[in-house]
């Protein structure tokens, strides 16, 4: 059986990615270590909290004895790495958290794969000759584009707030333990995320919380910021995709070729909570969207070039903005209304 660590499995895309993967195979074992801070949530995991392939720790990845002791015990061949601080605000207003978790915790997860997984330098022990490690990134930290053009996996990184320089640092991190000492790894830089679990303080669940209340939905500078959407179990299946078949060393853009401006997004969420939920005759959720000032540093557009992923993998996004969108507003007009 396969023994699969997965840290930051209680948080948005972790939640998703161990639902899918116990989904599909009966013969994996889930390791869930996560330290439960406010982005992570038990509740993410109800629906498999008792399947007999899974047991979770609640644990901090910057802990290195624990780690050691965690690969020992459940004899680790496998990790998906998505434990991460990843608020952009929150990096803002406290950065050191983030270098903390994203880059030492980062670092102490690879210094654990490496020591118990590799005799010497390119040389993997008979046991772990097919371990792998994945490392789960953001497209942030290749900075932000203009009006045209994308990012690959070429572009040079740039990161503008302290998370992103923190991801790009774990990168980093990871890119050196395949050069230095021959660590099977890979790297997924993603475009941003939507679906059921994510966390309160994000774009969408922000929208319709404040829209259900009635109050004002803060729509940071112009409303004109660019994001690449991309769907959360499109990533999943992404995610297993580069595990199984990705290029030893290789990094792989995970987008969901799907730009939409802010504005637009609240737009579109206001109207599909016009015809789920509707107010008073002829009025509208849009007349609660409101301009606040802009964050710092903000980025003006990303949006993700993932031709190598279709090209490599034969995969794309499956998920139609909209579909998505939509199953994702009613998921928290569920979990607000409740």
């Not at 396969?2 to 161990?18: P, W």
């Not at 584009?145 to 990168?171: M, Q």
């Not at 637009?264 to 939920?277: M, R, S, T, V």
Request: net charge neutral; aromatic share 12%; hydrophobic share 35%.
């Amino acid at each position: 059986m396969k023994n699969i660590l997965i840290t930051g499995g209680a948080g948005f895309i972790g939640s998703n990615f161990i639902i899918y993967i116990l989904s599909k195979h009966s013969d994996i074992s889930v390791i869930n270590l996560d330290k439960l801070t406010y982005a992570g949530n038990l509740k993410n995991l109800e629906s498999i909290k008792d399947n007999a392939n899974y047991t979770f720790i609640q644990a901090d990845i910057c802990d290195k004895n624990l780690l050691h002791e965690i690969f020992n015990k459940y004899y680790i061949d496998s990790v998906y790495h998505f434990a991460a601080e990843s608020h952009v605000d929150n990096s803002i207003a406290g950065p050191e958290v983030f270098v903390k978790t994203n880059v030492l915790g980062t670092f102490q997860l690879l210094e654990t794969a490496k020591n118990h997984w590799m005799s010497a330098p390119f040389e993997a022990k008979d046991k772990y000759k097919n371990a792998r490690f994945l490392h789960v990134s953001t497209d942030e930290v290749y900075g932000s584009l203009g009006s045209e053009g994308y990012f690959t996996e070429e572009t040079p990184y740039a990161p503008n707030s302290p998370y992103s320089a923190s991801k790009a640092g774990s990168d980093m991190l990871v890119r050196s333990y395949h050069h230095t000492f021959g660590l099977n790894t890979v790297i997924t830089n993603c475009s941003n995320n939507f679906g059921p679990n994510q966390h309160d303080e994000k774009l969408i669940p922000v929208i319709v919380r404040k829209a259900l209340a009635k109050e004002k939905i803060p729509i940071y500078g112009d409303g004109k910021n660019i994001r690449d959407w991309l769907f959360v179990k499109d990533h999943c299946r992404a995610l297993e995709l580069i595990f199984q078949n990705g290029r030893s060393g290789e990094v792989y853009n995970i987008g969901g070729s799907c730009e939409k401006n802010n504005i637009q997004i609240a737009n579109i969420i206001c109207e599909i909570l016009d015809e789920l939920n509707p107010l008073k005759k002829n009025e509208s959720y849009k007349q609660f969207i409101s301009f606040v000032k802009d964050r710092p540093g903000h980025d003006r557009r990303y949006a993700i070039d993932s031709s190598k992923m279709k090209r490599e993998l034969n995969w794309h996004a499956e998920t139609k903005f909209e579909d998505g969108l939509r199953d994702t507003v009613k998921w928290f007009l569920e979990k607000y209304k409740g």
